[in-house]
């Protein structure tokens, strides 16, 4: 694979001479580090192709905050109501600028949900945007009616109401809008949301639990400002996937989590339009995994650096109480620092739980081939999945309710070369049963909703839809989903 590879950066650099530039100059990106493109840029990026704007050192100069934790408009039993807004508004991200965004029930971002299952939930949706959205429940099982895929257009004042109940196991899920050729832009202004799924299991384990004291939600999301510091997506918008220099986590530039010397998880989202975080800790400590996408492991797995493509989420735990000096920091695989941690006091040690999930992977079907095969091709414009663009028309494929399939992805290289594309399936949470014919690695052993791969990578995977209706899936570079790098499955 690594001659095909090489020969695909020779392909990729010869395109890039031919396609110029297709980013505006952002205002505070250098001519040297726009520029830059080098081999492990390419890597880390996995693009070939188009040049990317190169990610500047988190320098820690404002505190981490968290989203609210939105507050049920009512609960009766196990029956709650919540009500969604989405909303044009301005966030002082810089001292005395005020950049115009988009968010949840406030400016930017969206408030956490906090959902149990066994809860039937309805959720009042308004759109006050000046443009038609989605409102969809990423890695959430719910029917297809309640998925807020690109058929559930919700148009400007319009208000719509979606119930479901939850059926699913503890985990760290998102919310964001998937409108058809619009996910991108409005993501990019800021519309994101986290959605954790709360169940007696998880209450029962030993893991910190404090919401923004010992656990903490992290959104990773790189942005590039423009003139007056704007979140101008038109300007800096890449079809290859649109890249920040900037790093900006929970919606805050540039912020420094500070806590103390103690046991701390961190629920990592890459709520990013395209950048991959492979992460790793500066001092090189190592961390523990618990959970995946859609659920914890068995077990914790112990582990250095871990890669979370767009609109994947890790939850893993992290134990400061070892660090030397007053700061450690989260950097990806170049060494740029994404999140510096301040620790001050010590506190006392806590013992995490180490027996975590019961996942059985059914030994049946590692033996079956796949029924669906899907090959993702392709960059720029010409990304595909089997060949097609997608088409709201056509049903690409059908599913039986609850009835398991072996799937494979076929992350494909091309004449063109390849580049990472992470997969992504709506209203389910699969099993990953091999990736290139090995055992996949331990991060990839919990419920995955998103599964990252390299190009030239197969995975075979166990997918199973517990509801009917029609749901998407495609590539979370949202600028591929946008340009059609998708297709629909109609499970009945
Ligand atoms: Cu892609």
């Known amino acids: 694979m690594k001659k095909t590879l090489i020969a695909s950066l020779l392909v990729g650099t010869a395109l890039l001479a031919a396609c110029g530039n297709e980013n505006a100059s952002t205002e505070d990106t250098t001519e040297a580090s726009k520029h830059q493109h080098s081999m492990a840029n390419t890597h880390q990026n996995g693009s070939m192709d188009h040049e990317q704007l190169v990610l500047k050192d988190n320098k820690g100069t404002n505190t981490l905050t968290f989203p609210a934790v939105i507050k049920p408009d009512s609960v009766k039993g196990k029956k709650v109501e919540y009500s969604l807004t989405a909303q044009a508004g301005t966030t002082e991200l810089f001292n005395g600028y005020e950049t115009k965004t988009y968010g949840y029930n406030g400016n930017l971002l969206g408030p956490t949900l906090r959902l149990k299952e066994g809860q039937h939930v309805t959720i009042h949706l308004k759109n006050d945007l000046p443009e038609a959205t989605t409102f969809h429940w990423h890695g959430l099982e719910v029917s297809g009616k309640a998925d807020g895929g690109p058929h559930a257009l919700i148009e400007p004042g319009e208000e719509k109401i979606i119930q479901f109940t939850v059926t699913q196991q503890a985990a760290t899920l998102w919310y964001h809008p998937h409108p058809m050729g619009n996910t991108a832009q409005q993501v990019y202004k800021g519309l994101a949301g986290l959605l954790y799924i709360e169940d007696a299991n998880a209450e029962a384990l030993d893991l910190p639990e404090d919401y923004g004291e010992n656990d903490f939600p992290i959104i990773l999301q790189d942005r590039a400002f423009v003139k007056g510091k704007q ?34 998880r961190l629920r990592v989202l890459n709520g990013s ?14 961390f523990t995994q618990i959970a995946t996408d859609g659920g914890f492991l068995n077990k914790p797995q112990k582990m250095k650096e871990l890669l979370l493509g767009a609109g994947e989420r890790a939850e893993i735990l992290v134990d400061l109480s070892k660090v030397k000096g007053k700061r450690v920091s989260l950097v990806n695989d170049q060494n740029v620092v994404l999140l510096p941690i301040d620790v001050n006091d010590t506190k006392s040690a806590v013992n995490a739980s180490t027996k975590l999930n019961t996942i059985k992977v059914d030994k049946a079907l590692l033996e079956q081939q796949p029924t669906k095969v899907v090959k993702m ?116």
């Open 231 to 264: 979140l101008d997506y038109s300007k800096v918008a890449n079809i290859d996937g649109t890249y920040g220099d900037t790093m900006m986590i929970n919606g805050v530039i540039n912020p420094v989590l500070k806590t103390e010397k103690k046991l701390v």
């Open 273 to 286: 339009n395209a950048r991959n975080y492979n992460v790793h800790f500066d001092n090189d400590m190592a």
């Open 377 to 492: 091709e392709g960059m720029r414009e010409n990304v595909t999945i089997n060949g097609k663009k997608f088409d709201e028309k056509r049903v690409d494929f059908t599913q039986k309710k609850g009835e398991t399939e072996v799937w494979e992805i076929d992350n494909a290289i091309t004449d063109e070369g390849g580049m990472i594309h992470p997969f992504h399936i709506h209203g389910t949470q699969f099993l990953v049963l091999s990736v290139n014919g090995e055992k996949p690695e331990p991060s990839l052993q919990g419920y995955k909703d998103t599964i990252t791969l390299q190009p030239g990578q197969k995975a075979r995977i166990a997918v199973k839809f517990p509801y009917e209706g029609m749901y998407m899936f495609h590539c979370h570079i949202l600028e591929h989903e946008d340009n059609g790098m998708m297709g629909q499955i109609e499970v009945k």
